[in-house]
């Protein structure tokens, strides 16, 4: 039966204060785009050239008093394992196009990868009609000018030219090592490849073109009973340490072979760097301003406003973000086409700055800063052994799963210790234990900080795949609530 392709929308359904957002057909055929070629998604997205080109046709095609128009092309290689051996391996590709209309303070938006001459009339003149339906947002301030953006390269050629047969060595190696020691392996590599542009009709212009890898590996026993997890992620393919991931995850398993039972309660902990990259991945989303104006927020003074200027946690403790950070490089430019500069949130434990949209700077009088894209953290130079040394009783935690809110004001989550947990007694790891529940104040952890060490790219996602960039160090913190004991693997 033939697939219609066609871009299908109900304007009852795709009526909403701002952006709403149209079904995405998975047709990626090439049809000719009014005038040029259609472009499709190589290793690198689209060019500069094309990028533009299409961009300025279509804010062309609008009759709105606004348009905004955004390209994502995307190129994903992949490969995937499982129960030792290959069970999934190719390579999809995209271009879509989001377009927003505006009429005055009436927004919608509509998202296609139809990219011939009809279908991008079609969704031009779809996300008109919606643009008139929908209810005024108050929020909308119109589209920005040309910005001045810093200069980053993004793009790793290491990684854009990556072939099939490098992600499947890298499989193979940790399959065999599994295979030797008994265990069985599951693992994931993720390629992303493209570029992102973004053009309105006051004349701004922004393209980025981008990188990213993550590769992830989990070991078990045949029986289950036992499990050991490594991962890394980067920008470059050349920063993928293959057989240190292999090796690792395998003498997780080793060691957590026979767990035994600890009662939950308040430790000392030594969290390794994915296990706190894992928290730190949500403490980006918190420095939000309206929020802490709002007083919503932790970072709410009691007597109103905020509390910027306010030592909030260690002194040792800086978190800052850089879209041109190396290897953990974002677009300098946000969903709206505003500048993202290299900002500093924390400063040797005092809040420096929170993020602002236009609409809540133009309301409270401040100059409008993006949200972080990525998120560095200091460190220092103490090792995961000497935290583990200087342990008189504590527990060493590889990563967590399932992590969930608890309370905004408090930075509060829950989740679950997983792959390998073990009790430090006297300064060394004396047996593998049960998994846990933690219910834990990111506020109290980043307060409660003993040692630190070297800052590394992790993967802090939990599926998986690339995500936001984070560098974080490990820490040893006191007094980790570990709340429950959980029977998860």
Not at 258 to 264: A, F, I, R, V
Not at 327 to 350: H, K, M, S, V, Y
Request: charged share 20%; with cysteine; proline share 5%.
């Amino acid at each position: 039966m033939r697939r219609d392709n066609r871009v299908r929308l109900t304007l009852s359904l795709m009526v909403v204060p701002q952006h709403c957002s149209a079904i995405r057909p998975s047709s990626t055929r090439r049809r000719r785009v009014i005038g040029m070629q259609a472009p499709s998604a190589g290793r690198g997205g689209i060019s500069t050239e094309d990028a533009r080109a299409l961009t300025e046709r279509i804010v062309g095609l609008s009759q709105a008093t606004a348009t905004r128009v955004t390209i994502n092309a995307r190129s994903r290689p992949f490969i995937r394992s499982a129960d030792n051996r290959i069970t999934t391996a190719g390579e999809s590709s995209d271009v879509s196009v989001t377009i927003m209309s505006a009429f005055g303070q009436r927004v919608a938006s509509v998202t296609t990868n139809l990219l011939d001459e009809p279908s991008l009339t079609e969704a031009v003149r779809r996300s008109e009609a919606l643009a008139r339906l929908a209810p005024e947002n108050p929020e909308y301030l119109g589209e920005l000018t040309p910005q001045d953006y810093p200069k980053v390269n993004g793009y790793y050629e290491t990684t854009g030219g990556i072939l099939a047969e490098d992600m499947a060595s890298a499989t193979a190696l940790a399959i065999d090592q599994a295979r030797g020691a008994g265990h069985v392996a599951s693992g994931f590599i993720d390629v992303q490849n493209g570029s992102q542009s973004i053009a309105t009709s006051e004349g701004l212009f922004a393209h980025h073109k981008s990188t990213g890898v993550a590769s992830t590996l989990t070991v078990r026993s045949p029986d289950g009973s036992t499990s050991g997890w490594a991962g890394d992620e980067a920008a470059d393919w050349n920063q993928i340490e293959t057989a240190r991931i292999a090796t690792d995850a395998v003498r997780k398993c080793d060691a957590w072979r026979d767990k035994t039972s600890l009662d939950p309660g308040h430790y000392d902990v030594v969290l390794e760097p994915t296990a706190v990259g894992m928290l730190m991945l949500r403490m980006r989303r918190t420095f939000d301003g309206r929020a802490a104006d709002e007083g919503r927020s932790y970072f709410s003074s009691p007597s109103g406003g905020t509390r910027v200027g306010d030592e909030i946690f260690d002194p040792r403790i800086t978190i800052h973000s850089d879209p041109a950070a190396p290897d953990a490089e974002t677009a300098p430019f946000d969903g709206e086409g505003a500048r993202q500069a290299a900002e500093t949130w924390i400063e040797n434990g005092i809040l420096r700055n929170l993020s602002y949209s236009r609409f809540w700077a133009n309301k409270q009088g401040v100059a409008p800063r993006p949200a972080p894209a990525n998120l560095l953290m200091s460190g220092g130079s103490d090792s995961i052994e000497a935290m583990i040394a200087s342990t008189r009783r504590g527990v060493l935690i590889t990563r967590f799963w399932y992590i969930r809110g608890l309370n905004p004001r408090t930075i509060s989550y829950t989740g679950l210790t997983r792959d390998g947990t073990f009790l430090i007694e006297d300064g060394r790891i004396s047996r593998p234990v049960n998994n846990f529940r933690f219910n834990q104040s990111l506020v109290e952890l980043l307060q409660n900080v003993d040692m630190l060490g070297e800052p590394v790219r992790v993967a802090a996602g939990e599926n998986s795949s690339v995500g936001a960039p984070i560098i974080v160090p490990p820490l040893k913190v006191r007094n980790f609530n570990l709340a429950s004991v959980s029977d998860a693997i």
